[in-house]
């Protein structure tokens, strides 16, 4: 019954199906990697919030001492620990990030390069203000920062993929889209530190002007739900092979059983008005 499976028409519909339910399952496996590494991150990101803070040294390496270069970036262990710096804010080398939102609202996220005793600078995102009344592009009013020696501590962060121009304007500030630390070094007289830190706790205490950036937690389940999306791609085309093939196989025995067959006219009995009309 099944031997038309045997076709070349059938085996190249097998063929394609396997093909198909192959790369399903093996995109299921790369979202599910994806799911396993942003839930990691997200544990990290949640262990993080309660833990102490460790010194910068402890977690990353020293930069080079060439200027306008940045150190290596976190390890894979390193990022997302809360870490602890002590150094002086160059205010003369501030960094405003802008298009940053915090409930729904644009702003500026106000990055300052902490420099420390060995002579490097951290990076530090101080927190969001708010946008001025001239747009996205018009400068907020920048709190002040401490003068003398300061101690942060906050999340090590890797540096944003997408590194945007970093421009400086006439009063000195620097401005760019996304804090991409290379790019940032890249104009800034001193090595820099290859990671930066989301400040949560500073001594002196921050401007209350500063609203506390929000912790994002990556959209793990995001990725579980594409996992099983392309592994029941994968089920439901090989389910439909088999259905296929077994509706082939019905259609193909009708065909070989042939139309059904009339049997003998029947006689209407006798005295009925059929029988009646029958007689000559």
Same mark, same amino acid.
């Given at each position: 019954?099944?031997?038309?499976?045997?076709?070349?028409?059938?085996?190249?519909?097998?063929?394609t199906?396997?093909?198909a339910?192959?790369?399903?399952?093996?995109?299921?496996?790369?979202?599910?990697?994806r799911?396993?590494?942003?839930?990691?991150?997200?544990?990290?990101?949640?262990?993080?919030?309660?833990?102490?803070?460790?010194?910068?040294?402890?977690?990353? !390496?020293?930069?080079?001492?060439?200027?306008?270069?940045?150190?290596?970036? !976190?390890?894979?262990?390193a990022?997302?620990?809360?870490?602890?710096?002590t150094?002086r804010?160059?205010?003369?080398?501030?960094?405003?990030?802008?298009?940053?939102?915090?409930?729904?609202?644009?702003?500026?996220?106000?990055?300052?390069?902490?420099?420390?005793?060995?002579?490097?600078?951290?990076?530090?995102?101080?927190?969001?203000?708010?946008?001025?009344?001239?747009?996205a592009?018009?400068q907020?009013?920048?709190?002040?920062?401490?003068?003398?020696?300061?101690?942060?501590?906050?999340?090590?962060?890797?540096?944003?993929?997408?590194?945007?121009?970093?421009?400086?304007?006439?009063?000195?500030?620097?401005?760019t889209?996304?804090?991409?630390?290379?790019?940032?070094?890249?104009?800034?007289?001193?090595?820099?530190?290859?990671?930066?830190?989301?400040?949560?706790?500073?001594?002196?205490?921050?401007?209350?002007?500063?609203?506390?950036?929000?912790?994002?937690h990556?959209n793990?389940?995001?990725?579980?739900?594409?996992?099983?999306?392309?592994?029941?791609?994968?089920?439901?085309?090989?389910?439909?092979?088999?259905?296929?093939?077994?509706?082939?196989?019905?259609?193909?025995?009708?065909?070989?059983?042939?139309?059904?067959?009339?049997?003998?006219?029947?006689?209407?009995?006798?005295?009925?008005?059929?029988?009646?009309?029958?007689?000559?």
């Open positions: 019954m099944y031997r038309f499976l045997l076709t070349p028409r059938w085996l190249g519909i097998l063929a199906i396997l093909v339910a192959t790369a399903c399952v093996l995109l299921g496996n790369w979202q599910r990697g799911y396993e590494l942003r839930h990691a991150v997200n544990a990290k990101i949640d262990a993080a919030a309660t833990a102490a803070a460790v010194p910068l040294g402890q977690v990353l !390496p020293a930069p080079g001492t060439a200027a306008g270069t940045a150190g290596a970036p !976190p390890s894979a262990d990022a997302w620990r809360r870490v602890s710096a150094g804010y160059d205010t003369a080398n501030i960094v405003l990030v802008r298009g940053r939102t915090v409930d729904n609202q644009l702003g500026f996220e106000i990055v300052t390069p902490l420099v420390l005793d060995d002579g490097a600078a951290l990076l530090v995102d101080r927190g969001w203000v708010p946008s001025v009344a001239g747009g592009y018009a907020p009013v920048v709190p002040p920062a401490p003068s003398g020696p300061v101690t942060v501590e906050g999340m090590l962060r890797l540096s944003e993929s997408k590194g945007d121009a970093v421009t400086r304007a006439a009063d000195g500030k620097l401005e889209r996304r804090i991409a630390v290379g790019h940032i070094a890249a104009q800034l007289p001193y090595p820099v530190y290859g990671g930066f830190v989301a400040v949560d706790k500073q001594s002196p205490a921050a401007d209350p002007t500063f609203v506390p950036l929000p912790v994002d990556q793990d389940w995001l990725n579980f739900g594409y996992t099983i999306q392309w592994w029941i791609f994968a089920a439901m085309g090989l389910a439909g092979y088999v259905w296929l093939a077994r509706r082939e196989a019905r259609d193909r025995a009708g065909v070989a059983a042939g139309p059904p067959t009339d049997s003998a006219t029947p006689v209407p009995p006798p005295g009925s008005r059929a029988a009646e009309r029958a007689t000559p």
